[in-house]
């Protein structure tokens, strides 16, 4: 996807989202759609979006998808309190799918083709599917097709108790075998990032967050939900000294391991949402948007053959790549023309490796005090398709209270070496 100029103005107007929770924590009992539906009943009643035809479309996605949740988002929209006859779509793009969701939804309302619509994305770690061992279902389904009672029986005959095994999802490429962790470790190694600037990272992530609770920022943001008003994995108290004392817990086999839980983020179960318009659709309600979503840019890295072979090109790197690109063609410069950067912290090394790469393909150096100003991926945690959403409307909300023209960057890294990335925008 080319960085472009939308023809029409695509406006953010807020977002809604429940706190984030660590896995097999306060939501370990909760589906996706659960968890989607609470944050779009929370966008719902906060602007009133249960009138017919209020919203156009419904875009959202989840990355650890069970079979019941075949055609979640309109699955979501028939649970929620929004009109029943709003469409719906999903969408998948491993990390990134809060966000693609987000630009999808922008290019109908850019194109005039909807007036509004709600995009994010929900994941669940807790409530993960277990599939059905993959022997255990070749003989199913040659029972299945046996023309006999016998045939049927002579199939499920040869079922053995290791064929009861249920097939659990890793947290692994299928190309390489290696979790996220790991290629991250692979990529720190090859860019040289220590263990103290990435816990300095994810000290200043936790504080942030923490300043912004305090402050009332989320108040219009955050719904509660089963127990919880704020983010379960937000500790306020974190400091570079007390994550100095965790162990490495990935590239553990290396002279110097660096990655711990305290600057990697944390299996999550959350949703987020956010609600996009046209600027006739906003005024017809009074309402002010927040920003504008103006420019957006996807990327890929061949992971395989270059993080696997100790280079540059890791498994999180495609956002050194796409916002470059995204940059040349929207004709901004990240020093002089954004005043906000969002980088999505699958870890803490990840955002430095990248921040590192934008240096060494000519982009100037991102000044920290503009960096994730109000918490983090590692503060927060990270549901895989709810980040993109979080982000959005966090950023959105940021430039806003500037109370004066701005400009935000956003980036995402995603599994299977790709990238989204956007550009928002308060005239």
Same mark, same amino acid.
């Given at each position: 996807?080319?960085?472009?100029?939308?023809?029409?103005?695509?406006?953010?107007?807020?977002?809604?989202?429940?706190?984030?929770?660590?896995?097999?924590?306060?939501?370990?009992?909760?589906?996706? /759609? /659960? $968890?989607?539906?609470?944050?779009?009943?929370?966008?719902?009643?906060?602007?009133?979006?249960?009138?017919?035809?209020?919203?156009?479309?419904?875009?959202?996605?989840?990355?650890?998808?069970?079979?019941?949740?075949?055609? %979640?988002?309109?699955?979501? =929209?028939?649970? !929620?309190?929004?009109?029943? #006859?709003?469409?719906?779509?999903?969408?998948?793009?491993?990390?990134?799918?809060?966000?693609?969701?987000?630009?999808?939804?922008?290019?109908?309302?850019?194109?005039?083709?909807?007036? !509004?619509?709600?995009?994010?994305?929900?994941?669940?770690?807790?409530? =993960?599917? %277990?599939?059905?061992?993959?022997?255990?279902?070749?003989?199913?389904?040659?029972? #299945?097709?046996?023309?006999?009672?016998?045939?049927?029986?002579?199939?499920?005959?040869?079922? +053995?108790?290791?064929?009861?095994?249920?097939?659990?999802?890793?947290?692994?490429?299928?190309?390489?075998?290696?979790?996220?962790?790991?290629?991250?470790?692979?990529?720190?190694?090859?860019?040289?990032?220590?263990?103290?600037?990435?816990?300095?990272?994810?000290?200043?992530?936790? /504080? +942030?967050?923490?300043?912004?609770?305090?402050?009332?920022?989320?108040?219009?943001?955050?719904?509660?939900?089963?127990?919880? @008003?704020?983010?379960?994995?937000?500790?306020?108290?974190?400091?570079?000294?007390?994550?100095?004392?965790?162990?490495?817990?990935?590239?553990?086999?290396?002279?110097?391991?660096? $990655?711990?839980?305290?600057?990697?983020?944390?299996?999550?179960?959350?949703?987020?949402?956010?609600?996009?318009?046209?600027?006739?659709? @906003?005024?017809?309600?009074?309402?002010?948007?927040?920003?504008?979503?103006?420019?957006?840019?996807?990327?890929?890295?061949?992971? =395989?053959?270059?993080?696997?072979?100790?280079?540059?090109?890791?498994? %999180? $790197?495609?956002? @050194?790549?796409?916002?470059?690109? $995204?940059?040349? +063609?929207?004709?901004?410069?990240?020093?002089?023309?954004?005043?906000?950067?969002?980088?999505?912290?699958?870890?803490?090394? /990840?955002?430095?490796?990248?921040?590192?790469?934008?240096?060494?393909?000519?982009?100037?150096? =991102?000044?920290?005090?503009?960096?994730?100003?109000?918490?983090?991926?590692? @503060?927060?945690?990270?549901?895989?398709?709810?980040?993109?959403?979080?982000?959005?409307?966090?950023?959105?909300?940021?430039?806003?209270?500037?109370?004066?023209?701005?400009?935000?960057?956003?980036?995402?890294?995603?599994?299977?070496?790709?990238?989204?990335?956007?550009?928002?925008?308060?005239?």
């Amino acid at each position: 996807m080319s960085a472009v100029r939308f023809p029409r103005r695509v406006a953010v107007i807020g977002g809604s989202r429940i706190p984030f929770a660590r896995s097999d924590g306060p939501y370990a009992t909760v589906s996706d /759609q /659960q $968890m989607l539906t609470a944050a779009l009943d929370g966008l719902t009643d906060r602007y009133r979006l249960e009138q017919p035809g209020a919203v156009g479309e419904f875009v959202a996605g989840a990355v650890l998808e069970h079979s019941r949740d075949f055609n %979640l988002a309109r699955e979501t =929209v028939l649970g !929620s309190r929004l009109d029943p #006859r709003t469409p719906a779509y999903d969408i998948q793009q491993a990390c990134g799918t809060g966000l693609q969701a987000i630009v999808a939804a922008a290019n109908k309302i850019a194109l005039g083709q909807t007036e !509004s619509a709600v995009a994010g994305g929900a994941d669940t770690a807790s409530d =993960v599917p %277990l599939g059905v061992n993959d022997a255990l279902r070749r003989i199913l389904l040659e029972a #299945r097709r046996a023309k006999s009672l016998g045939g049927r029986l002579a199939a499920l005959a040869r079922i +053995r108790p290791g064929h009861l095994v249920p097939d659990i999802p890793r947290n692994a490429e299928p190309r390489t075998g290696l979790s996220m962790g790991e290629h991250a470790a692979v990529t720190a190694r090859a860019w040289g990032i220590g263990r103290r600037e990435q816990d300095e990272l994810a000290a200043a992530g936790h /504080q +942030r967050l923490a300043a912004a609770y305090e402050r009332g920022f989320f108040d219009d943001l955050v719904v509660p939900f089963r127990g919880l @008003a704020r983010d379960q994995n937000l500790r306020p108290d974190s400091t570079v000294e007390r994550l100095g004392r965790l162990k490495p817990v990935f590239g553990t086999a290396d002279p110097d391991p660096a $990655m711990t839980a305290g600057n990697s983020t944390p299996l999550t179960d959350g949703a987020a949402l956010v609600l996009l318009a046209s600027d006739d659709w @906003a005024a017809e309600r009074g309402l002010r948007p927040l920003a504008y979503l103006t420019a957006c840019e996807t990327a890929a890295v061949d992971f =395989v053959h270059g993080d696997v072979a100790d280079g540059e090109d890791g498994l %999180l $790197m495609a956002p @050194a790549y796409a916002v470059p690109r $995204m940059l040349e +063609r929207a004709g901004l410069d990240l020093a002089a023309d954004f005043d906000l950067i969002e980088i999505h912290e699958a870890f803490a090394s /990840q955002v430095l490796a990248t921040l590192a790469a934008w240096e060494k393909r000519g982009l100037p150096a =991102v000044d920290r005090d503009r960096l994730n100003v109000n918490g983090s991926s590692l @503060a927060t945690g990270h549901p895989f398709a709810a980040t993109g959403a979080r982000i959005v409307a966090t950023l959105a909300k940021a430039l806003a209270e500037r109370e004066s023209p701005g400009r935000g960057l956003i980036s995402v890294c995603a599994a299977g070496g790709q990238g989204v990335t956007a550009v928002l925008e308060r005239p």
